[in-house]
């Protein structure tokens, strides 16, 4: 993941990061971490998520 600097690039490495961990107890998959970090990321940039403005 290192030396991403699109978001879209970065979700995409995180799922493909995570797909070696094993998500049988939870109740969240990699697609599911990999957007929150995205939510997460967009909010500390002051970046509205929900309209993409």
């Not at 995409?12 to 961990?21: G, N, R, S």
């Not at 995205?38 to 993409?52: A, R």
């Amino acid at each position: 993941m290192e030396g991403e600097n699109d978001l879209g690039s970065l979700v995409i490495a995180i799922v493909t990061e995570m797909q070696a961990y094993d998500f049988s107890k939870s109740f969240y998959g990699e697609f599911a971490i990999a957007n929150a970090v995205s939510d997460l990321l967009l909010e500390s940039l002051g970046i509205d998520k929900c309209c993409g403005n």
